[in-house]
C-alpha cells in the first residue's frame, strides 16, 4: 500500500508543470534581426530570435511609436514552441508601414517570464 501512494504522489508530482519549469526569469531572448535601431523598407519584415532553453512560447509585442507612448499596438501575439529539440531560431513576419516602432519579444513557459529587451525600428518606403 506505501508503495502505491509513494508511485500516485510521484506521478502528480511529475505531471505539474509549475515543479519542473525552467527558471528563465534572468534571461533574455537572443534576437536575430530586425537590430536595434535598424531602418528597413516598408512590407514584410521577419522578426527572428534564438530559442531560449527553458521556454514553451514567446510573445512578439509591436507598437508604434514607442511602448511609453503607444498610438497603436501592431501586433501581440504568441508564438507557441512546437519542438523545443529541433526549434533554433524563430521567425515571425510581420507588415509594417512606413513609421517608427518599438518591439520586444519575452520569452515564457508555465511559470517564468524572461526579461524585455526593447528595441527601435525605423519603416521607410
Known amino acids: 500500500m506505501k508503495k502505491l501512494?509513494?508511485?500516485v504522489i510521484t506521478a502528480v508530482f511529475i505531471s505539474c508543470d509549475d515543479v519542473f519549469e525552467?527558471?528563465?526569469e534572468r534571461n533574455t531572448v537572443e534576437v536575430v534581426a530586425p537590430h536595434n535601431g535598424a531602418t528597413?523598407?516598408?512590407?514584410?519584415?521577419?522578426?527572428?530570435?534564438?530559442?531560449?532553453?527553458?521556454?514553451?512560447?514567446?510573445?512578439?509585442?509591436?507598437?508604434?511609436?514607442?511602448?511609453d507612448s503607444a498610438l497603436q499596438?501592431?501586433?501581440d501575439d504568441t508564438v507557441a514552441?512546437?519542438?523545443?529539440?529541433?526549434?533554433?531560431t524563430y521567425n515571425y513576419p510581420v507588415n509594417?508601414?512606413?513609421?517608427?516602432?518599438?518591439?520586444?519579444?519575452?520569452a515564457q513557459n508555465f511559470s517564468y517570464s524572461s526579461?524585455?529587451?526593447?528595441?527601435d525600428l525605423t519603416v521607410a518606403d
Do not use: C, H, M, N
Open 5 to 7: 501512494l509513494l508511485l
Open 22 to 24: 525552467k527558471k528563465i
Open 40 to 67: 528597413l523598407k516598408s512590407g514584410e519584415i521577419f522578426f527572428s530570435w534564438k530559442a531560449l532553453d527553458g521556454a514553451s512560447k514567446y510573445q512578439l509585442v509591436i507598437v508604434t511609436p514607442s511602448l
Open 73 to 75: 499596438v501592431v501586433t
Open 81 to 88: 514552441v512546437v519542438d523545443s529539440a529541433t526549434a533554433s
Open 96 to 106: 509594417l508601414s512606413e513609421g517608427k516602432y518599438q518591439w520586444y519579444v519575452q
Open 115 to 119: 526579461q524585455k529587451q526593447i528595441y
